[in-house]
């Protein structure tokens, strides 16, 4: 038996829970074990190892933005590994440059902006918290309920402490403000010497709570009387997750300085992206100052303009909004008092419980086939693929008070 030839891989057809053994002594429990073991999807369905079939209403947390297996996205990284994947960022690929003007075309930069690639969103936030630290302010703004990502610069970013606190001291020069307090953000960069506030639209983590349009508006022009930058973290909101190109492109006004991108955009393939607008940000960043060597492959890039194309060729931005209207609706009529609010914007839903029962509420709709999840004990998130179809949700939504019922009936949050 060759190291490749392990009894394992031989087994035919094993089950979820042997697959879900080997996880546990084979992977570092840093997620807790697994809820299933997915093998299959196809639009917005998958099947996990014992053949049972889900809806999938979570798209890997706002990833899968066509869903799983989609034509498009399948043909275009197919059609790039067969022609090359990746050449480090000593040479360029044509797929890197025409993603990097798309995206400045549909963030409606101007002239002068410029994009960096990463792998993911914590690595974008990075590359945004190296760029403010090259202002040579030494403060930076966050919000409370924030979160940026796992890797140290990113994590100092993240409000919640049981994610930072293991692992401090963190990077220094981090202020965390009350989101929404005007006030305290105008009192915190009067001395000028911040270098950016960071903020996500709608903080999704937290649970898919919006920040409001007022404050935004406000923390635009505060920002910009102090010279300090306005970075919108857009990982979770961004790529038409909202029904906007990015979330922050329903208020009018309100460009920021430096925009971060990941999850929807290569819709599962990984990567990343920091816009950075206008000709002084993009002025900041030197070569040799940072890099990454994966970041913006052409794989990765393929895959992106895939998503990109798609969402436009097939309408999904007005798709996304009049389906995240419809959830809004739906769950509205059902006139259940223990469903107390629907937050959020197009396909990026928290619907607040009444009861801290959300765990129960997602662990029990797993059962039933619908996979949501939880993001605090009062929030069911919905971030469905943006294909997915009406008849799904309404099939959801009609089962909602049932799962309800059932999560009440373990007793158990
Ligand atoms: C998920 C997320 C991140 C981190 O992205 P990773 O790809 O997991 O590193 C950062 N910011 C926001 C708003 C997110 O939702």
């Known amino acids: 038996m060759t190291m490749f030839e392990s009894e394992h891989i031989t087994a035919t057809n094993p089950t979820g829970h042997e697959f879900t053994d080997r996880y546990r002594s084979a992977l570092l429990n840093a997620f807790g074990p697994p809820q299933r073991v997915l093998v299959r999807g196809e639009g917005a369905r998958v099947w996990d190892a014992d053949g049972t079939e889900y809806l999938d209403l979570l798209a890997g947390i706002a990833v899968n933005a066509l869903g799983h297996a989609h034509p498009a996205l399948v043909a275009a990284v197919q059609q790039q590994a067969e022609s090359i994947i990746h050449v480090s960022n000593f040479f360029a690929t044509p797929p890197q440059i025409e993603l990097a003007e798309t995206l400045l075309r549909l963030a409606q930069a101007p002239d002068g902006s410029g994009v960096f690639f990463a792998n993911s969103g914590a690595e974008a936030n990075e590359a945004a918290l190296k760029l403010a630290r090259l202002t040579g302010r030494p403060r930076v703004i966050a919000l409370e309920d924030s979160f940026h990502g796992r890797t140290l610069g990113s994590l100092s970013l993240t409000w ?32 000028g010497d911040v270098a950016a506030v960071f903020a996500e639209p709608i903080q999704g983590e937290a649970g898919v709570v919006p920040l409001e349009t007022e404050y935004l508006l406000a923390a635009r022009r505060l920002t910009r009387e102090h010279g300090t930058l306005l970075v919108l973290d857009e990982v979770q909101t961004g790529m038409a997750r909202t029904g906007h190109w990015f979330s922050h492109q329903r208020i009018d006004g309100l460009q920021p300085d430096v925009m971060t991108l990941a999850k929807g955009l290569g819709g599962g393939v990984p990567i990343g992206a920091v816009i950075a607008c206008g000709p002084a940000t993009r002025g900041l960043l030197q070569p040799g100052q940072h890099g990454t060597t994966f970041g913006g492959n052409p794989l990765a890039a393929a895959a992106a303009l895939a998503v990109i194309r798609t969402i436009a060729d097939d309408g999904l931005l007005e798709h996304a909004q009049q389906m995240g209207e419809l959830i809004e609706h739906a769950v509205t009529a059902l006139h259940d008092p223990r469903l107390v609010a629907v937050r959020g914007a197009g396909l990026l839903r928290g619907i607040a419980l009444r009861d801290p029962r959300a765990a129960a509420v997602a662990a029990v709709a797993l059962e039933e086939g619908y996979i949501v999840n939880a993001p605090n004990p009062t929030t069911i998130r919905l971030a469905p693929p943006l294909i997915i179809q009406e008849s799904q949700l309404r099939g959801f939504i009609a089962a909602l008070p049932g799962l309800l019922d059932a999560a009440a009936a373990r007793g158990e949050n």
Do not use: H, I, Q, S
């Open 160 to 191: 919640k402490k049981a994610y930072r606190e293991p692992f401090e001291p963190l990077p220094g020069g981090v202020e965390f403000l009350p989101a929404g307090d005007t006030e305290a953000l105008a009192r915190a960069l009067a001395p």
